[in-house]
Structures are given as structure tokens and as C-alpha cells.
Nanobody, 114 residues
Framework: QVQLVESGGGLVQPGGSLRLSCTIS????????MDWYRQAPGKQRSLVAR???????IYLEPVKGRFTISRDNDKNMIWLQMDKLNDEDTGVYFC????????WGQGTQVRVSA
């Protein structure tokens, strides 16, 4: 059974930074395109960033130039470096693979507030 464990969230002031981590166990991520999602309060989960199996990053417009997605297949982990955070980045962040999502993890809470 695949388990996803997200971590690294917290409370941060606008303009601050956080680095989220996702550890995957039970499967190897090497062949998968991996995603980070955000579920803002009262909204559905939505894609934030993606990294292909070939290490190509893809960003949704609201986070372009501020977020950086990365992966390490040997460690079976992905990360999301988030800089210049603003209020709209608040939410619970989840990771998963694009093609055949595993059961969702608990996510990690990010709150951007002064």
C-alpha cells in the first residue's frame, strides 16, 4: 500500500518562504509525473505544480516565478520550495502522481498571514 506523507507547512508572513516535502513509500516514483496540489479553505483541491519523470517542471500561473518543484527518485521524494508567499497560497498541500493517483495523504497546512 502506497503512503504519502507531506510535511513542512506552517504559519508564515506574506513574503516569506516554506519548503514542503513529500515522502512516498510503497512504490517507486521514478516513472511517474508527480504533482503538488493545494486545497484552499472552502475550495476544491487544485493543481499547483508538476514535475515530469524527465524532471521538467510545470507551474500553474499563480505560482510561476515563486514556487520551485523538485524530485529525487533515489530518495523517493518530491519538494515544493515556496517563496514570496501571499494570502492566496493558504491551504492544505498534497502530493500525488498524475496518471494514477494513490490514496491521498493527510497533507500539510500552509497559512500565510500577517
Amino acid at each position: 500500500q502506497v503512503q504519502l506523507v507531506e510535511s513542512g507547512g506552517g504559519l508564515v508572513q506574506p513574503g516569506g518562504s516554506l519548503r514542503l516535502s513529500c515522502t512516498i513509500s510503497g512504490d517507486r516514483i521514478r516513472i511517474y509525473t508527480m504533482d503538488w496540489y493545494r486545497q484552499a479553505p472552502g475550495k476544491q483541491r487544485s493543481l499547483v505544480a508538476r514535475i515530469t519523470s524527465g524532471f521538467t517542471p510545470i507551474y500553474l500561473e499563480p505560482v510561476k516565478g515563486r514556487f520551485t518543484i523538485s524530485r529525487d527518485n533515489d530518495k523517493n521524494m518530491i519538494w515544493l520550495q515556496m517563496d514570496k508567499l501571499n494570502d492566496e497560497d493558504t491551504g492544505v498541500y498534497f502530493c500525488n502522481n498524475m496518471a494514477s493517483p494513490w490514496s491521498w495523504g493527510q497533507g500539510t497546512q500552509v497559512r500565510v498571514s500577517a
